[in-house]
């Protein structure tokens, strides 16, 4: 009798399991069989916008695949990757902005848009430092995409928010290099304290002119 009860329970065990393995294999096929495809630009340029406006961002990125893949040469294309950009900005994702910035600089090297383009490369790599280790060649390379950015686009609308980022940017490049040439003098290396105290001269800002604050000195500048 109660082997008969324990392989009772047994049966009913496995017929759950089979159950569950069921309904698992056909939600997936069902799932599979939703996927979409081969639709007009506009229905995943629309798809997309409502993805973003749900802060959906990663269902967005595939649906610009979508987008992409099946209609490259789409007009809807430039204005899905700026909107694509600036979300990933708000959600301070610096590294997927940049991704999407390189491609569209590239691609619409022409457009009527690229000035805005290329600022907003310059305020993601900005707005991307606080979050990193102090990079001398990050920023370096950003304030040469700002002198960039002022020669070829000196009317631009955008040029009094580059200029911002540059004057923060300067401050900080010069706060570095006095940190690292007094680091470097208390270790006793006098050609490299030297080599970061002359660079601190060329800069037009005095680092002893920058009011000290409660967090460390390389987070202040940025936020």
């Given at each position: 009798m109660i082997k008969?009860?324990?392989?009772?329970?047994s049966f009913r065990l496995k017929n759950i399991l089979l159950?569950?393995?069921?309904?698992?294999?056909?939600?997936?096929?069902s799932s599979k069989s939703e996927e979409e495809y081969n639709k007009p630009?506009?229905?995943?340029?629309?798809?997309?916008?409502?993805?973003?406006?749900?802060?959906?961002?990663?269902?967005?990125?595939?649906?610009?695949?979508s987008l992409e893949s099946e209609?490259?040469?789409?007009?809807?294309?430039?204005s899905a990757m700026l909107i694509l950009i600036n979300?990933?900005?708000?959600?301070?994702e610096y590294a997927l902005a940049n991704f999407y910035l390189d491609e569209y600089i590239k691609r619409f090297s022409l457009s009527k848009d690229i000035d805005y383009a290329r600022y907003l490369k310059i305020k993601a790599n900005f707005l991307g430092f606080k979050y990193q280790f102090r990079d001398q060649q990050l920023i370096e390379e950003t304030l040469v995409q700002i002198q960039d950015f002022?020669?070829?686009y000196s009317t631009s609308p955008y040029m009094p928010?580059?200029?911002?980022?540059?004057?923060?940017?300067?401050?900080?490049?010069?706060?570095?290099?006095?940190?690292?040439?007094k680091l470097y003098a208390k270790q006793d290396k006098e050609k490299a304290a030297a080599f970061y105290e002359q660079k601190v001269k060329e800069a037009w800002i005095?680092?002893?002119?920058?009011?000290?604050?409660?967090v460390p000195w390389y987070r202040w500048l940025f936020e």
């Open positions: 008969d009860i324990e392989m009772m329970k159950i569950a393995c069921a309904a698992f294999v056909f939600t997936a096929c630009a506009v229905y995943w340029y629309n798809k997309m916008m409502k993805q973003i406006g749900s802060n959906d961002l990663d269902e967005a990125d595939d649906t610009y695949t209609h490259r040469n789409s007009p809807f294309i430039p979300a990933h900005i708000d959600e301070e002022k020669v070829k928010l580059v200029d911002t980022i540059n004057a923060r940017l300067s401050m900080a490049k010069a706060s570095v290099d006095n940190e690292i040439a005095n680092p002893s002119e920058i009011e000290p604050v409660s």
